[in-house]
């Protein structure tokens, strides 16, 4: 069964945010690198539009949030907790995230994008030439870097695609290089 029949059965082939019946495309939740099942939802592409790009958001769109934070899935749980957390000076969804409860991995994940932090407390992270990256976005080496712990060199324009930003750190980025998961130092890439 393919991710998409697997999501289609899981959810009776509705959008598992509002339960539109059209358009629906299976949304991996980042920063999950697993995907597959539990790391994805079935979602309308009105809901991917306006996860995607915030700017878009329509607030009323995601009235639908009051059932679908209920589901069983933490993969929707965690998108419904960031939509909420992005929308909460609406007033109403401040009300919903005080109902909702996640458990401390799920919750840690839906912390990992820094939604619900407030802009002057949210840690950037920029490559080489003051770029900011995003969690899954491309970078390419622009030195070669010895591996700590490891007789590895990554070489000098060496692509690492689908980083992960380190929340706690803006300095610090995870990617594979070839198959070594490592961290890298923002200075020493530049966003593709």
């Known amino acids: ?95 919903l995230l005080d109902m909702m409860y996640l458990e401390g991995d799920a919750l840690e994940w839906a912390k990992a994008t820094g939604e619900g932090v407030a802009e002057a407390d949210k840690i950037i992270h920029r490559d080489v030439n003051g770029v900011i990256l995003e969690n899954g976005d491309s970078v390419v080496l622009v030195k070669d870097l010895k591996v700590k712990g490891s007789s590895l060199v990554a070489k000098q324009g060496t692509a690492v695609r689908r980083i992960s930003l380190d929340r706690e750190n803006a300095e610090f980025i995870e990617g594979k290089v070839g198959p070594t998961q490592i961290v890298i130092i923002t200075k020493y890439v530049k966003k593709l």
């Open 1 to 95: 069964m393919s991710l998409l029949e697997g999501l289609q059965a899981r959810s009776g082939s509705i959008c598992e945010l509002c339960a539109a019946t059209e358009k629906l495309e299976v949304y991996e939740v980042q920063p999950k690198s697993t995907g597959g099942i539990d790391g994805s939802v079935l979602a309308c592409s009105t809901c991917i539009g306006q996860i995607e790009d915030p700017d878009t958001t329509d607030a009323n769109h995601w009235r639908c949030l009051n059932d679908s934070m209920w589901s069983e899935h933490d993969a929707v749980k965690v998108i419904a907790w960031r939509v909420l957390s992005r929308l909460k000076s609406e007033g109403w969804p401040k009300d």
